[in-house]
């Protein structure tokens, strides 16, 4: 539920992000179809992208905490595709302070 309100949060930050040169994109852990109905519903200005094999969770270390916790990260790749930033969060409660962390981050570079 947390990780909607970092979503929702984003789409808000949107333009500000746009503004700053960056693209954002949400990469769901599930099927296309749960990945367009999360974006319908959340109503994301940015593409939900699926992972239904979670590859990209692995990858980037994001397995559940005690099985049920998902761990997020927000992740800023530079045009030539080096990772800049990283971090991934198990508190779902840090999304308002991520979202504008991320922001300022991004405006920096």
Sequence with gaps: MQCRSHVAQLGRLYKDFQTAGAEVLVILGDTSERARKYAELLKTPFPVLADLDRSVYHQFD??????V???TAS???DREGFIRYIKRVTNPMTWLQESYELLEFVRAI
């Design 62 to 67: 994001l397995e559940k905490a005690l099985f």
């Design 69 to 71: 916790i998902q761990r």
């Design 75 to 77: 992740v800023v790749i």
